[in-house]
């Protein structure tokens, strides 16, 4: 199947410095991108979708100034964790759809990133 | 946005099934999947059924889809301790241009 690299696998930074994590689509062009962030012992909830060429869309709660996402390629998404403070530490993850598999409608398949660890100390 | 239901925990024998039920929400639901996860690692697709689909039979795993309850279940035969992981079910999100919504996640432990 498609590949989604996503670095780094983990990071720990301190409170008040930005962190950027990437997700990678490795063999597809993906013209929209996820990313989910998801606490200990809980499901993956959708921060935001990333659209190559335009703004990110957020979902409710999400603060777009601290979590600023760029979709520069088709095969690059950043999410960029701004001035980070411990309560942001999570994992994080992205995913990607394959257009060469799903042209029209819902995706069968997101393929998904390994996922970036945050620890902010 | 809508709960997908799961039970949280599961343990079984090695060589026993497992059973992993969920519940969702969004009748529209075109697609519902089945992810597997392993620790501190991304999530690998096991399976996904269509929802005008009853049943989906792939390999050791079975998915049962219930429409009318909105219940999904995931069956797996033979079950090993490779097998042990957290196991989410999602749906597409209804107005989220095709990202998932998840259940919380069931955690499987098989046991020797």
């Known amino acids: 199947g498609a590949v989604v690299s996503q670095h780094p696998s983990r990071v720990i930074c301190k409170s008040g410095t930005s962190v950027k994590i990437e997700c990678r689509s490795l063999d597809f062009q993906a013209t929209t991108m996820f990313w989910y962030r998801q606490f200990p012992k809980q499901s993956l909830m959708l921060m935001a979708t990333s659209n190559e060429g335009s703004k990110a869309t957020y979902e409710q709660g999400v603060e777009k100034d601290k979590f600023l996402i760029n979709h520069a390629s088709l095969t690059l998404s950043t999410l960029t964790v701004t001035s980070a403070h411990p309560e942001d530490s999570s994992f994080y993850i992205c995913?990607?759809?394959?257009?060469?598999?799903?042209?029209?409608?819902?995706?069968?398949?997101?393929?998904f990133g390994q996922g970036t660890r945050l620890t902010v100390v | 946005g809508e709960d997908v239901e799961q039970s949280l925990f599961l343990s079984v024998r090695e060589g026993d099934s497992s059973v992993i039920n969920c519940t969702y929400t969004?009748?529209?639901?075109?697609?519902l999947y089945w992810y597997k996860q392993e620790p501190g690692a991304g999530l690998q697709l096991l399976t996904y059924?269509?929802?005008?689909?009853d049943m989906k039979q792939d390999q050791r795993l079975t998915v049962l889809l219930n429409k009318k309850d909105k219940h999904l279940s995931l069956r797996i035969a033979d079950t090993q301790t490779g097998d042990s992981a957290i196991y989410f079910c999602?749906?597409?999100?209804?107005?989220?241009?095709?990202?998932?919504?998840f259940g919380k996640g069931t955690s499987l432990l098989v046991t020797p």
């Open positions: 059924i269509f929802s005008n689909m």
């Open positions: 969004d009748s529209s639901s075109t697609y």
């Open positions: 999602a749906e597409i999100g209804p107005n989220s241009g095709y990202a998932l919504n």
């Open positions: 995913s990607a759809r394959d257009p060469r598999t799903t042209p029209r409608g819902p995706n069968t398949e997101a393929f």
